[in-house]
């Protein structure tokens, strides 16, 4: 579970109350400037043993700033959390989700592994809490949930999505900087967890933008046999894909290797939504 845009006076507590009252744990991704607004609620992230990553300092769009200035962007925040939590960030979460090779630059600069996502709960964008409870019974071992630290409907939504995790035998855990998975942590009984052998990553990165359609890019790591889910936001289609067989139009896709390698696109219509799609990965 990830909650991005904190610390808020608002909600935080109550997320990491219930977090504890759930014997759970959460990667956060905090912006700079609500750290150092926020000291005392870095400290209860730190002290509810949360892992805590890197969000910017203040939720720009990346992609259109030079090179100078995302390294600005990281490195404030990066000092930032140093300075409130005690803790150095290892992970970097792209506001929007939107990343590119200049981005990519300095987070590598930075010792910063990029962290998108595995299942969008929609959450920002207003769903009920039910929404979000349905959301996060997609996840599967080893997947990565963005939420938000400030939506109320998050927070209510909190209990069910732990009660639903721990029926399905999963358990809530960190994510590992060297496989950009969700890991069980360390001394931890075991049941779920692991993102172990024989499964395989995909990164989605936002390429090529016009008025009304985009290019993405994925690359699938681990396997060589492999089914990805692509999930495309309301609106959105499939206008055109290369280098897998990707069958569907809307809602879901599926992408399948087609004999030409591990990295594959998708060409989509937006029809309104310019939100860059999330994808996960199955191996055969
Ligand atoms: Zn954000």
């Known amino acids: 579970m990830t909650f991005d845009d904190g610390p808020n006076t608002g909600t935080t507590n109550q997320l990491i109350s219930t977090l504890r009252q759930y014997n759970a744990t959460a990667t956060v991704f905090p912006t700079g400037s609500n750290a150092q607004s926020n000291p005392s609620l870095m400290q209860a992230y730190r002290s509810a043993g949360l892992q805590i990553g890197n969000h910017s300092w203040d939720h720009p769009h990346l992609i259109n700033m030079s090179s100078s200035e995302i390294q600005s962007q990281l490195s404030r925040t990066q000092q930032a959390i140093q300075q409130t939590a005690g803790v150095t960030p290892t992970l970097f979460r ?3 989700g939107e990343t590119n090779s200049t981005l990519q630059q300095v987070e590598a600069s930075l010792g910063l592994r990029e962290i998108i996502w595995d299942v969008d709960s929609q959450d920002w964008n207003n769903v009920s809490a039910s929404q979000i409870r349905q959301a996060a019974s997609r996840l599967t071992n080893g997947q990565i949930i963005l939420m938000h630290d400030w939506p109320a409907n998050t927070i209510q939504a909190l209990p069910g999505i732990l009660q639903d995790l721990q029926s399905r035998n999963l358990c809530t855990g960190h994510i590992s900087s060297s496989t950009g998975r969700a890991v069980a942590p360390s001394g931890s009984g075991g ?7 024989g499964g395989c990553t995909v990164s989605v990165t936002r390429a090529d933008d016009w008025s009304d359609r985009f290019n993405v890019n994925l690359a699938v790591s681990g396997s060589s046999n492999w089914t990805v889910t692509i999930n495309l936001n ?5 206008q055109n894909s290369w280098n897998a067989t990707v069958t569907g139009s809307t809602g ?3 992408a399948r290797p087609n004999g030409a390698g591990n990295t594959f ?8 939504n310019n939100t860059t799609p999330t994808a996960s990965c199955a191996a055969a």
């Open 94 to 96: 792209p506001p929007y």
């Open 265 to 272: 696109g998708v060409t989509l219509y937006k029809n309104g």
């Open 252 to 254: 879901t896709l599926t």
């Open 191 to 197: 049941g779920g967890g692991g993102g172990g052998g």
């Open 234 to 238: 309301s609106g959105q289609s499939l």
